[in-house]
């Protein structure tokens, strides 16, 4: 599970700094699929651990301007097709599980209307 220490080190940023959006997308994912950071950047290959971190990396390539390599970077330095596999694979989901899309954009909103704090 994510922590308070991880949402009050990205939801406050320096002075002068922009809080940072893939920090953000993955705590919300993380908080929504109840897994912890950890193991979304980490190397585990449970599936509810893969959903979630293809749907952060989804959201990432989504709602930045990141490059896959730049995202990529951001999990624990996975390639750049690693990411491409995980944004087409989230993509075509969406378009054959509305449960899934109905996440997705829970989490999108949650995100976009600034809502960084974790749910209880």
């Known amino acids: 599970m994510t922590n308070a220490h991880d949402w009050i080190r990205v939801a406050t940023p320096i002075r002068g700094q922009r809080p940072d959006l893939i920090q953000i997308i993955i705590l919300r994912v993380c908080a929504h699929f109840m897994v912890s950071r950890l193991d979304v950047i980490s190397p585990r290959c449970a599936a509810h651990v893969v959903r979630a971190r293809h749907v952060a990396m989804y959201l990432s390539k989504e709602l930045t301007s990141k490059t896959m390599a730049g ?50």
């Open 71 to 120: 995202i990529g970077l951001r999990f624990d330095h996975r390639d750049h097709t690693t990411v491409l596999h995980a944004v087409r694979k989230i993509s075509a989901q969406i378009q054959t599980d509305p449960v899934l899309a109905a996440e997705v954009e829970a989490i999108r909103r949650q995100i976009e209307g600034g809502d960084h704090a974790p749910s209880e």
